[in-house]
């Protein structure tokens, strides 16, 4: 197998990288050279206590591993692969109690509970809502004079009402929740100045808001999901705190992956005009998941082996932490052709920006997939010619491709 040709002391989970770019062509060497490779860290680098991960950047290796949970666990170490520098042991270990970070059965039984929230008919009775909101959303947009950032503006807006439709949360608290959300994930970026202390805290106070609505409708059932999350009498009901850390994590899977999406997805367009054409011209149905092929906005998420085993043709030892490159595995030319382009008409597309399968498979891609289309079919509708103003300015962080400003402008 030959080296990759990767500069001395790089690492997919520097903050400074992703704050820079995507680094798609060190993903690409280490599909051709080695596509499951050890990346050396400081020992105790961010919250572990090891020298290091594989880096899993083939899309065949990353859904294997998001397929055996029973070899490779969320629970272990989170699904988080890199936190903030000062984080403590107790800190991590503490995140279990999001689904995110649980391994079946216990998964298992949150999730089939959560998921009621998701069906096909809960979706359908949120589309026409959702259908207006985006207009509505749109058209305040358009009536900005002059360049506008199209992520406060646009893109932040609907994920948000999304989630506030789905759960009950009033309107008027939406921007809590952006609040919230934005501190918990932004603590790798220093134009926040978000400290540990201030992401814990805006976490607990997202989870106690939740808790409150959970026991409000434990009091009063109402028609709406967390009444049917938390408060039927029969068993297989979520309590009071799981139910908050559900909207914790809903806050930033619902809200911050599909707002960097939509940017993203918007970027690509403006970016490439022949796509936008296209889209203006036929509304393609394929396009919202290219979108997030393209965008991929969790770039990795991490597993930790339950015993010794074998991926890619290397020995992985218990207790060693794989981190799955969604945005590799979404550039892969063994599954994609010309995986370089965006092509809103690309079907099949077997993208992992939902996941690798598995337990773990977005639970609300249904939702994303709906926010993304109604957004842009509102966009083309009242804003064909949207120009950009400005470069995107990226976040910095060790495992989201966020962007935190994209100027564009319709004059």
């Known amino acids: 197998m030959p080296c990759p040709a990767l500069p001395d002391g790089?690492?997919?989970?520097?903050?400074?990288?992703?704050?820079?770019?995507?680094?798609l062509p060190e993903f690409a060497e280490l599909r051709r050279a080695e596509p499951v490779h050890w990346i050396a860290q400081p020992h105790g680098l961010a919250g572990f206590a090891d020298d290091g991960y594989w880096a899993v950047t083939r899309h065949a290796d990353v859904r294997y591993v998001s397929t055996h949970p029973e070899l490779f666990s969320s629970r272990l170490n989170t699904a988080i692969i890199r936190f903030n520098e000062h984080i403590e042991r107790d800190a991590i270990d503490a995140q279990r109690l999001i689904l995110l970070n649980m391994?079946?059965?216990?998964?298992?039984?949150v999730?089939?509970?959560?998921?009621?929230?998701?069906?096909?008919?809960?979706?359908?009775a949120l589309q026409e809502r959702l259908r207006a909101r985006a207009h509505a959303i749109v058209e305040g947009a358009r009536a900005q004079s002059g360049p506008f950032d199209f992520v406060?503006?646009?893109?932040?807006?609907?994920?948000?009402?999304?989630?506030?439709?789905?759960?009950?949360?009033?309107?008027?608290?939406?921007?809590?929740?952006?609040?919230?959300?934005?501190?918990?994930?932004?603590?790798?970026?220093?134009?926040?100045?978000?400290?540990?202390?201030?992401?814990?805290?805006?976490?607990?106070?997202?989870?106690?808001?939740?808790?409150?609505?959970?026991?409000?409708?434990?009091?009063?059932?109402?028609?709406?999901?967390?009444?049917?999350?938390?408060?039927?009498?029969?068993?297989?009901?979520?309590?009071?705190?799981?139910?908050?850390?559900?909207?914790?994590?809903?806050?930033?899977?619902g809200n911050e992956t599909t707002r960097n999406a939509i940017t993203h997805g918007m970027h690509a367009f403006l970016t490439h005009p022949g796509q936008w054409?296209?889209?203006?011209?036929?509304?393609?149905?394929?396009?919202?998941?290219?979108?997030?092929?393209?965008?991929?906005?969790?770039?990795?998420?991490?597993?930790?082996?339950?015993?010794?085993?074998?991926?890619?043709?290397r020995r992985i030892r218990e207790g060693d932490r794989l981190g799955l490159f969604y945005s590799s595995a979404n550039h892969d030319p063994e599954v994609f052709e010309n995986p370089d382009d965006?092509?809103?008409?690309?079907?099949?597309?077997?993208?992992?920006?939902?996941?690798?399968?598995?337990?773990?498979?977005?639970?609300?891609?249904?939702?994303?997939?709906?926010?993304?289309?109604l957004i842009f079919n509102a966009v083309a509708d009242a804003m064909p010619d949207l120009r950009p103003a400005g470069d995107p300015r990226r976040l910095r962080s060790a495992w989201i491709n966020g962007v935190k400003e994209l100027r564009v402008t319709t004059a």
């Open 10 to 23: 790089f690492d997919f989970t520097d903050p400074d990288l992703l704050h820079d770019r995507v680094p």
């Open 103 to 109: 391994d079946p059965p216990e998964h298992t039984r």
């Open 111 to 124: 999730r089939q509970i959560v998921q009621r929230g998701f069906t096909p008919r809960a979706i359908r």
């Open 152 to 253: 406060t503006q646009v893109a932040c807006e609907l994920p948000l009402q999304a989630i506030a439709e789905l759960i009950g949360v009033p309107q008027e608290d939406r921007a809590k929740i952006f609040d919230w959300s934005n501190k918990m994930i932004a603590y790798d970026d220093p134009e926040y100045a978000i400290t540990e202390e201030v992401g814990a805290e805006s976490a607990t106070e997202l989870i106690a808001y939740a808790m409150n609505m959970a026991a409000e409708r434990k009091q009063c059932p109402a028609q709406d999901i967390v009444t049917t999350l938390v408060a039927a009498e029969d068993e297989g009901n979520l309590g009071s705190d799981e139910f908050g850390f559900f909207v914790l994590m809903l806050s930033v899977a």
């Open 277 to 313: 054409d296209l889209y203006k011209r036929e509304r393609p149905s394929t396009a919202a998941e290219e979108i997030v092929r393209w965008a991929t906005p969790v770039v990795s998420f991490q597993r930790t082996a339950t015993q010794d085993t074998e991926l890619g043709g």
């Open 342 to 373: 965006f092509d809103i008409t690309r079907d099949p597309n077997p993208h992992l920006g939902f996941g690798g399968g598995g337990p773990h498979y977005c639970l609300g891609k249904s939702l994303a997939v709906l926010e993304i289309d």
